[in-house]
């Protein structure tokens, strides 16, 4: 039933083109692309405390990515058609203790299904096709989608990126702005290859599990001059939450470098069964504080400012983050891998609870400037204090490194390799810290 209304758009679209004569279809062929993308992901996790197993995980696996994008037909209306096929091959997972294939499993959010005993799968694979029209400078598509907005983005921190599926409509027929709406109803995670309903943390496990199959979201971009842009966007998962979000980008010459302006707010409330939720409202979000209580409604104002400066090679950052409110900022978190549109998003935390008061800085370098183009190097250092929980505030903090070389030129030009590093420590409850490091080995070929 998910997948009726999508082949029936796809069939439609072939059979348009079949009428078209060969002169309408040329752009639908010669602009067509296909691209072949390979990804080599090592993940290792240490969890340092708690009695949990297990205490430590690794996966190790290769990804292959085949993305195709048609052109669009010629005429008033140009319609066209895209494909991204992926494969996930296991190579290796489980944690380093020697468990059974049943004990070795980290979380519903690693790069691969598991069987019904809980063990990983060697591999899978995934389709989605996109039906795509065009009229001037507004697009149409319907099918799988790969959002990046404010209110929803896509999660890309495993062997393949998370995949939803819905409609979304783009416009940018009037001058320096870029308007945007669509619904969403369905998400795959990063490693699955079915499609399941939307949710946020708090309403997505046990057996009273509640979810919703309609996310509507309406925005718009303005780049008021080249250096300006103001957006706004609105976000609705029925049932759950309306969110609305401000947004504020600017870059301006000061002296030799460039000084950057990063200015995010978002203001989240419950809607639907989830304005009148309590402990035991099965549409009640975790991470509510308020009379006693941890969960119920939303209800969050996150308000985020980053100021970056580069130079020379040379990029540095300082951001602050206020999060208020009764309970934790909301985004679609079905609990097998999430992003949210937010600075404080890191490579094991999100610096998201209640109450939370959120400092960053963070240091880059790029080594073209003395001579080695290609790599790059940067840390990032975030605190948060104030945090609400069920037993009084709390305080977390995160390091992370990255280190990335993509061969400029050469036979191997193009191939990229990126070494990530975290350490996260928390005074959560439940919450264990955390030392974790990633390998990956990228490399993309054209084929068309």
């Known amino acids: ?6 082949a029936l758009a796809i069939a439609s679209a072939c059979l348009s083109l079949s009428v078209f004569s060969s002169v309408h279809a040329a752009g639908f062929i010669e602009d067509s692309k296909a691209t072949l993308s390979l990804r080599n992901f090592y993940i290792n996790t240490d969890n340092r405390n708690g009695a949990n197993n297990p205490s430590k995980y690794e ?5 292959f990515m085949l993305n195709y994008q048609s052109g669009f037909t010629e005429g008033t209306v140009g319609v066209g058609v895209d494909a991204l096929g992926m494969v996930g091959v296991r190579l290796d997972g489980g944690s380093r203790q020697g468990k059974s294939s049943a004990e070795r499993q980290p ?15 060697d591999n899978f694979s995934t389709l989605g096709l996109t039906a795509k029209a065009r009229i001037a400078k507004t697009e149409l598509r319907y099918g799988t989608l790969i959002p990046k907005l404010p209110v929803v983005t896509y999660n890309d921190g495993r062997l393949l990126p998370q995949t939803f599926e819905g409609g979304q409509i783009t416009s940018k027929d009037i001058d320096q702005l870029t308007l945007t709406a669509g619904q969403i ?8 290859s079915n ?20 996310f509507r979201f309406a925005g718009a971009d303005y780049a008021v001059t080249k250096d300006l842009t103001l957006q706004y966007y609105f976000g609705q998962l029925e049932n759950f939450y309306d969110q609305h979000f401000l947004g504020l980008g600017h870059s301006i010459k000061l002296g030799d470098g460039t000084f950057k302006t990063d200015l995010r707010y978002f203001n989240s409330q419950g809607s639907g069964n989830n304005k009148s939720s309590d402990d035991t409202g099965l549409y009640a979000s ?52 999430s992003s949210a549109y937010i600075n404080t998003d890191s490579q094991i935390a999100k610096f998201t609870r209640a109450d939370e008061d959120t400092w960053q800085v963070r240091y880059a370098y790029d080594f073209a400037t003395v001579g080695v183009p ?18 009084g505030d709390k305080s977390e903090w995160e390091r992370d490194i990255s280190v990335a070389y993509v061969v400029p030129d050469g036979t191997f030009k193009g191939v990229g390799l990126t070494w990530k590093n975290a350490m996260y420590r928390s005074q959560f409850d439940g919450q264990r810290d955390q030392d974790e490091n990633r390998l990956i080995v990228s490399y993309s070929i054209p084929l068309l």
């Open 374 to 391: 290609g790599l790059t190097a940067g840390v990032t250092y975030l605190s948060g204090d104030n945090a609400a929980s069920s037993t």
């Open 107 to 121: 979380s519903a959010s690693g790069s691969f299904p598991r069987e019904t005993d809980g063990s990983y799968v």
């Open 59 to 63: 996966e190790w696996g290769q990804g």
């Open 195 to 214: 499609n399941e309903e939307l949710s946020i943390a708090g309403s997505n496990s046990g057996s009273t599990a509640r979810d919703s199959n309609q």
């Open 1 to 6: 039933m998910v997948k009726k209304p999508l």
């Open 185 to 192: 109803e369905h998400v795959k995670a990063r490693g699955s």
């Open 286 to 337: 975790t991470g509510y504080y308020s009379n006693g209580r941890t969960s119920g409604e939303v209800d969050n104002r996150l308000y985020s400012a980053l100021f970056s400066y580069a130079i020379y090679g040379h990029t540095v950052a300082a951001g602050y983050q206020i999060t208020n409110g009764d309970s934790d900022f909301p985004f679609l978190n079905q609990g097998d891998g």
